[in-house]
């Protein structure tokens, strides 16, 4: 064992991860800590991050929101949610020494007054604790408020990094915009401010293991790249289905819907990666210019395209694991006539040499039957029928992101017996099996990776103004053509019977919700 793994909590060495140097001491100050985001995520993976032994022993978390909260309320709020979580330390308890490290502050988020107080109250941490100077400003807050803050940053100069060996770095949260023109005047906004490379764009999907293992999978072994092409893949599901319904959320659901909630964000990062070409290294420049190529390389959506190839649907009620559910309409805080969209189904092309001819099906909704994330990648079927009448299945290569993160290959065996029958097996390999319980939570990866100051995992202004260029034109399609009927499929199904035909049409099917 090194001396560091024997110097770190049993928890990490019983988790087998631990950082084998912890990151450059900072100040992270969270606007919105008072929230569901700050309470539900943010301060689990920052404690995971510290008994993990990720984080400098002298960080300091400063809360910034509005409502009135002392230090010690603040504490006392995040223990509960730590608890919650199920976040303990080495003896199965709390290990009170992370909430030390917290401090709040209370202001309004425009009040200029409030961040010359933060900056006095940050050059204190930084003289009593020796933080180097370093800062992370992570925006949690309703979207409509990152430009006051941004602004404020800027304007009291807590945007600079305060010598010239500390960094200062803004993390922001999704959604980033509300389609492509509100993305673009945002970015502005935040490069009047800051550099683009002190940015980071935060989408927590790309923070799993199962997502980057995705790189590994196609760039670190010899065998699927090969493959990966028009030549060998017949066609791709991505699907991201959720069994909740919009829960706390309504108020931002009702305007945003399945498609810029979903769609633009996380199931086209997933996009990317599937398509991508290999970038030189593994590092965050060469990374986002493979990405942005495949969306600058997806057919775009003119107004016939969306009719044939995009599916909405909404839930109406119905039973979600042998649970009544009320339908999305008859949710608190949604209007009773709502055309928001809670599914979508879409066929998507790739204009390029390594795609051309090969559909990509997105699937992404709420109240679901089951919740499941998973790439799915459907290889030709084999062309000379040897076995006659037998019919061969294709062979899947699955990528599943959530529940139980893994990979699984299904290929044709010979039934036992006398007669020549083929049979579908796979082979799995599941993290939790292979890797035992240390698996990160997303958000604990992306805050790590912004402290180190990797930005591969996030991002780019261009390519967030990318994805809304393509899903644009569907919502202006549909703002001019009225919703279906809706409700269109009852809560704890599959989706609406639309969704079915458009693959059908095509002489595929969706993989069952497993
Ligand atoms: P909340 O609605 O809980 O807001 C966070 C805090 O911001 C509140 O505690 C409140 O603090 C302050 N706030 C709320 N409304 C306003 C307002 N109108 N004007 C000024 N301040 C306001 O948000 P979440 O924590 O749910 O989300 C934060 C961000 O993270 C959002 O951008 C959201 O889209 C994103 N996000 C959230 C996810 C989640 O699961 N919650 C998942 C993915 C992204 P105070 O009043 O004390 O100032």
Known sequence: MSSRAASVSEKAQADNYFCEVPNDPCAIVMFGASGDLARRKLLPA??????????????????????????????????????????????????????????????????????????????????QGGLGGNRLFYLATPPEVYPRIVEQLGKSGLAKPKTKDSWARIIIEKPFGHDRDSAQELNQRVLQVFDESQVYRIDHYLGKETVQNLL?????????????????????????????????RAAFYESAGAMRDMIQSHVLQLTSLVAMEAPATFEATPVRNEKIKVLQSIRPYREDIVAKSVVRGQYGPGSVKGTSVAGYREEPGVKPRSSTETFVAM????????????????????????????IAIAFKRAPHVVFHGEAVEPNWLVLNIQPDEGISLSFGAKAPGSQMHIHPVTMDFQYRRAFGAGSREAYATLINDCIRGDATLFDRADSVEAAWALVDPILESWRNDPAPPFPNYAAGSEGPRAADELIASEWRRWRPLA
């Open 347 to 374: 066929k998507l092309l790739v204009d390029n040499w390594r795609w051309s001819g090969v559909p990509f099906y997105l699937r992404t909704g709420k109240r679901l039957s089951q919740p499941e994330t998973e």
């Open 216 to 248: 590994v999978l196609r760039f670190g072994n010899g065998i699927f790249e090969p493959l990966w092409n028009r030549n060998y893949i017949d066609h791709v599901q991505i699907t991201a289905a959720e069994s909740l319904g919009v829960e706390r």
């Open 46 to 127: 920052l404690y995971d991050l510290a008994i993990h032994a990720c984080l400098a022993p002298r960080f300091r978390l400063l809360g910034f929101a509005r409502t009135e909260m002392t230090d010690d309320a603040f504490r006392d709020e995040a223990r509960e949610s730590l608890s919650k979580d199920g976040a303990k330390g080495n003896e199965g308890t709390l290990d009170g020494d992370f909430l030390k490290h917290l401090q709040y502050f209370s202001g309004n988020y425009d009040d200029s007054e409030a961040y010359a107080r933060l900056g006095r109250k940050l050059d204190q941490l930084d003289q």
